[in-house]
T-cell receptor
Framework: AQRVTQPEKLLSVFKGAPVELKCNYSYSGSPELFWYVQYSRQRLQLLLRHISRESIKGFTADLNKGETSFHLKKPFAQEEDSAMYYCALDNYGQNFVFGPGTRLSVLP | NAGVMQNPRHLVRRRGQEARLRCSPMKGHSHVYWYRQLPEEGLKFMVYLQKENIIDESGMPKERFSAEFPKEGPSILRIQQVVRGDSAAYFC????????????FGQGTRLTVV
């Protein structure tokens, strides 16, 4: 069955420190993975998708099929990065399977 | 384009009452998805609708829950005879096509059953 796991419910780092939010998935087929972010009191927004191999707000994520992972990384965290982050898997184009989310708290 | 609009943002219902959640998709979008987020969990797919059609309701509880997306007006998620376990955040997303990956999300409706 399609599944997304995010082992950390809460991740706290100091401003300027590197951050890595972990995501693992199980999927039969060629997966398409995404990271969504939800800032306080705002809607869920697409942060990045693995297909476009882009860097948004300094974040990057590499799909590792061998480890079935899609970890989100940023070399220097900023306070404005504090938010809920959701890893999501495109379920055969029909809907998304979301992970439980990780709350990132960047401390001053 | 105001984005996907959901209302109300917060809804309080007593056990046994009905809850109606509305979702107005983005202009030009004719595909709507509903997700539910229970406390401490990720978003779970409930139902996918196109105008006047339910395409996939595999994530919808079999009883008390229904959804519609009429030709005119918003999509409605209706929960009859609510119970405490229905307390959750309900998110709607809309898409211009049948590809879920192109969907944009609303801000959600937080339902609290007391």
């Amino acid at each position: 069955a399609q599944r997304v796991t995010q082992p950390e419910k809460l991740l706290s780092v100091f401003k300027g420190a590197p951050v890595e939010l972990k995501c693992n998935y199980s999927y039969s087929g060629s997966p398409e993975l995404f990271w969504y972010v939800q800032y306080s009191r705002q809607r869920l927004q697409l942060l990045l998708r693995h297909i476009s191999r882009e860097s948004i707000k300094g974040f990057t994520a590499d799909l590792n099929k061998g480890e079935t992972s899609f970890h989100l990384k940023k070399p220097f965290a900023q306070e404005e990065d504090s938010a809920m982050y959701y890893c999501a898997l495109d379920n055969y184009g029909q809907n998304f399977v979301f992970g439980p989310g990780t709350r990132l708290s960047v401390l001053p | 384009n105001a984005g996907v609009m959901q209302n109300p943002r917060h809804l309080v219902r007593r056990r046994g009452q009905e809850a109606r959640l509305r979702c107005s998709p983005m202009k030009g979008h004719s595909h709507v998805y509903w997700y539910r987020q229970l406390p401490e969990e990720g978003l779970k797919f409930m139902v996918y609708l196109q105008k006047e059609n339910i395409i996939d309701e595999s994530g919808m509880p079999k009883e008390r829950f229904s959804a519609e997306f009429p030709k005119e007006g918003p999509s409605i998620l209706r929960i009859q005879q609510v119970v405490r376990g229905d307390s959750a955040a309900y998110f709607c997303a809309s898409s211009p096509s049948n590809a879920a990956r192109e969907a944009f999300f609303g801000q959600g409706t937080r339902l609290t059953v007391v």
